[in-house]
């Protein structure tokens, strides 16, 4: 991506949510200017964090359109049909409009702005905010792939990045959205298992929290297949595989495909409620 | 070079039609011997060409490589048997479960100095030349002799050398694992009939597919947790299989029924190691045969705990003696 471009584009956010706040961090680490960055939010509650980057704040969604390439739409999605409302007439071809809303669809989004408006849905996650997100993006009818190649390189420093159909985005809920709370279960329930073993919580919790994070790295560093990984921690009678053994008899595998699945059809009733409600 | 089997049941049996197929050694060559001339292993093997007898003694006399093919609780009888006509020329190999060599070399050193003696666990399949084989090393074998078993076992299947320590965990792994595939595929084949297809090609099916999938392994390089993935297109049938199978608990219950075959291993081999069993525990008919044979005779049955059973490993006092 030419980096010049990079430097002149400006960027818009609706919203000032965590989400919005992890993406534009992530953006600024690239070559984006703050100068070049606007957010609104209808209270002053969380624009303080976007000044302390340089970021200039405004009550104003129309101000924010105006003034911006790309917009990010992060709103509750309750919201979005309002919203796009309000600003759907200064929308124009140059824009490219980066919907964050859960459960939004494309074929909403591009009913409520003008006919032709570049349009991408955008999955993201929490860990955005510590630029270890995983960001999932769909293309709109009229979102080419410049758009695609765009949105990629203002993302990258977010975390990991990946176009697909619309489809996956559901599912990119239920695995990563709703995944960064199944990792904090297991987390706390590890940290549990060893305060029942005597150590004091604290410790336990902290320690815990690193071999989450220390074995989440060596899974994305190294390549490997998990279940390679696995078996290289397993010596022959030793306590890992002990301890494995015990997890399989209580069915975390299943437990945690299911959890998986019942998330994204979550999603996807979520998303059918909320075509159906903007409907007219 | 010629083998001899103490026993003719599955075991001698699956061995010999192994051997026989791989070409390592001539039928006349074996020779095998049962006091029940009537199991159909037996009528096998003399189909095969192989001699038989009801003499233990014969069987020793007519050869180098003698296999112990008997049930565990059995060895004590044989061993003591003929503990006297060992040479040193012989190489016994024990393929009892639960029966260590230290028993084994213990019973023999009353005949002799140095008898050379090897524990190995081996599974059915080298009757199809597709055994699992370990083999564990006495004191007084040498390494032509762990080559001479090696090249025979591999002959039929996969053969290496472990310690002895972990014979159990081979027996409960490779040793029962036929006996989790078979199950397996029965059900396997009940799935495809339920689902409409007629037993015979439901089982042919099964076994192949299985079959399949452990020679890809064998193959490759990679993990099985890959080469399952490799098998799994997104949202297809088999995923939602995979996680039918999990939520069974599929794994688990192959890891459990791999220590249970292991434990139970284990609690044989102390109560044989115990030296007290039952005659309960002894086939009559077994028994019986077994006290016909010339030179084999029981004397005293109580022990000062109070408790009957034959000392099966101690020679003095109770227990078999040898006439003369």
């Given at each position: 991506m030419d980096p010049e471009m990079d430097s002149q584009l400006k960027i818009g956010f609706i919203g000032a949510g965590n989400m919005a706040f992890g993406i534009a961090k992530g953006i600024l680490s690239?070559?984006?200017?703050?100068?070049?960055v606007k957010v609104s939010a209808p209270?002053?509650?969380?624009l303080g964090r976007f000044q302390e980057l340089g970021i200039a704040v405004t009550h104003s969604n129309v101000e924010v359109v105006c003034g911006s390439d790309v917009v990010f739409v992060a709103i509750k999605p309750h919201v979005v049909p309002l919203v796009l409302n309000e600003i759907s007439q200064h929308v124009t071809d140059r824009h490219m409009i980066v919907s964050v809303a859960a459960g939004v669809t494309l074929a909403t989004l591009e009913e409520l702005l003008p006919e032709n408006s570049v349009v991408i849905r955008l999955m993201p996650n929490l860990p955005c905010l510590v630029q270890e997100g995983a960001l999932l993006f769909a293309r709109g009818s009229h979102a080419k792939q410049e758009d695609s190649a765009l949105l990629r390189s203002l993302l990258h420093r977010c975390g990991l990045v990946e176009e697909g159909p619309e489809a996956w985005i559901d599912i990119h809920t239920g695995l990563s959205g709703s995944g960064v709370a199944f990792v904090y279960l297991f987390a706390e329930a590890l940290a549990e298992g060893a305060v029942k073993m005597g150590m004091p919580s604290a410790l336990a919790h902290s320690i815990a929290s690193q071999t989450v994070l220390g074995a989440g790295r060596l899974l994305r560093d190294s390549g490997k297949h998990p279940a390679q990984l696995r078996s290289e921690v397993?010596?022959?009678?030793?306590?890992t595989i002990y301890g494995l053994h015990a997890l399989e008899q209580g069915g975390v595998r299943a437990s945690t495909m299911s959890a998986v699945e019942s998330a994204t059809e979550r999603a996807r009733e979520l998303g059918r409620k909320s075509a159906a409600g903007s409907r007219k | 070079m010629s083998v001899g089997f103490i026993g003719a049941g599955q075991l001698a049996h699956a061995l010999v039609k192994g051997f026989t197929a791989a070409g390592v050694?001539?039928?006349?060559r074996i020779t095998a011997s049962s006091?029940?001339?009537?199991l159909p292993t037996v009528s096998g093997l003399r189909k095969m060409g192989v001699n038989l007898t009801t003499s233990n003694k014969e069987a020793v006399k007519k050869s180098d490589v003698l296999f112990l093919a008997v049930k565990p609780h059995i060895i004590p009888f044989v061993l003591d048997e003929i503990g006297p006509d060992i040479e040193d020329r012989h190489l016994i190999v024990s393929c009892a479960a639960g029966v260590t060599i230290s028993s084994i070399e213990k019973k023999l050193l009353q005949y002799r100095p140095a008898p050379k003696v090897m524990r190995c666990m081996t599974n059915t399949p080298v009757v199809v030349k597709e055994g699992a084989t370990v083999y564990a090393t006495g004191t007084h074998a040498e390494v032509e002799d762990g080559k001479l078993l090696e090249q025979l076992m591999a002959s039929v299947g996969f053969c290496t050398e472990v310690e002895e320590d972990l014979i159990d965990a081979v027996t409960g792994l490779s040793g029962s694992g036929p006996a989790y595939a078979f199950t397996a595929l029965d059900a396997l084949a009940d799935g495809g009939v339920k689902m409409g297809l007629p037993r015979r090609l439901a089982v042919r099916l099964g076994a192949q597919a299985l079959l399949g999938a452990a020679k890809m392994l064998l193959e490759s390089e990679q993990h099985p947790g890959q080469l399952k993935d490799n098998v799994?297109?997104?949202?297809g049938a088999t995923i939602h299989a995979l996680h039918v199978l999990e939520s069974g608990g599929f794994r688990s219950l192959l890891i459990n029924a791999v220590e249970a075959s292991c434990i139970r291993t284990r609690e044989l081999q102390y109560l044989a190691d115990q030296e007290r069993i039952s005659p309960?525990?002894?086939k009559k008919t077994t028994l019986d045969k077994v006290l016909q044979q010339p030179g084999v005779t029981v004397s005293g049955v109580a022990n000062g705990n109070g408790k009957s059973g034959?000392?099966?490993?101690?020679?003095?006092?109770?227990g078999l003696k040898k006439k003369n």
């Open positions: 690239g070559n984006v200017l703050p100068a070049n209270s002053s509650r969380n397993c010596t022959p009678g030793g306590t | 050694i001539a039928t006349h006091p029940d001339t009537d799994c297109s997104p949202g309960a525990a002894i034959l000392s099966l490993f101690n020679n003095r006092g109770s």
